[in-house]
């Protein structure tokens, strides 16, 4: 059975940080492009940023460029998402996605496996 686990998040201060992990179990990682994403309360969801197979595929959405580094190590199977600088706009379920596709996964939102999400609330 393949799940994704996000873990990480939490309650920290406007200006603070959080590292966001995603775990899989029952697919290789390294097999897929790997994209977060996140809902703010009442909004729709959105790409935050996402990871490809390949040299260079690096994505990030220009709210969170400068401030948030992803990075993914095949052999703990697992990707991160380091959120420096947190603003309260920040504040959202983020999620992890697995996606055969970079760009579709970039450009859609389409992840053919999707975590349960992990609460990042960011306080003023």
């Known amino acids: 059975q393949v799940q994704l686990v996000e873990s990480g998040g939490g309650l920290v201060q406007a200006g603070g940080s959080l590292r966001l992990s995603c775990a899989a179990s029952?697919?290789?990682?390294?097999?897929?492009?790997i994209g977060w994403f996140r809902q703010p309360p009442g909004k729709k969801r959105e790409g935050v940023s996402s990871i490809g197979n390949r040299d260079g595929e690096v994505w990030y959405a220009d709210s969170v460029k400068g401030r948030f580094t992803i990075s993914r190590d095949n052999a703990k199977n697992s990707v991160y998402l380091q959120m420096d600088s947190l603003t309260p706009e920040d504040t959202a379920v983020y999620y992890c996605?697995?996606?055969?596709?970079?760009?579709?996964?970039?450009?859609?939102?389409?992840?053919?496996?999707w975590g349960q999400g992990t609460q990042v609330t960011v306080s003023s």
């Open positions: 996605a697995a996606g055969r596709a970079f760009s579709a996964l970039v450009e859609y939102g389409l992840g053919d496996y």
């Open positions: 029952g697919l290789r990682l390294g097999n897929y492009a």
